[in-house]
């Protein structure tokens, strides 16, 4: 009968211990959980960072192609109107940038 209580001992004690390791994981996986999501949070803002860099670079190639456009002249109204034309579509091409950079 004195092995048994030695039992009954071993399993108390693997009882409360079982609730502290039990705890240790919760903890853990919280701590697991809210690196996760921090994780997450900087994969996001490196993502946009890349994409406003992305814009960046487009458009301050836009912005090139724009002033070689404003370095020209027409001499004739069909030159000038397509000059203006496309003139008009790097500038909206440009704004449309913008807004996705700031969203």
């Not at 192609?65 to 109204?77: C, F, K, M, Y």
């Not at 091409?93 to 969203?103: F, H």
């Amino acid at each position: 009968s004195h092995s048994v209580t030695m039992l009954d001992a071993d399993a108390a004690e693997t009882k409360s211990a079982r609730r502290r390791r039990k705890k240790k994981q919760q903890e853990a996986d919280a701590e697991d959980s809210k690196i996760n999501e921090v994780g997450d949070e900087l994969a996001d803002m490196a993502l946009k960072q890349q994409q406003i860099q992305e814009a960046f670079d487009r458009y301050s190639e836009l912005q090139k192609q724009l002033d070689t456009l404003s370095g020209r002249t027409a001499n004739t109204p069909r030159g000038h109107t397509m000059l203006y034309d496309r003139k008009k579509k790097l500038i909206d091409e440009m704004e449309r940038l913008l807004q996705t950079a700031k969203s």
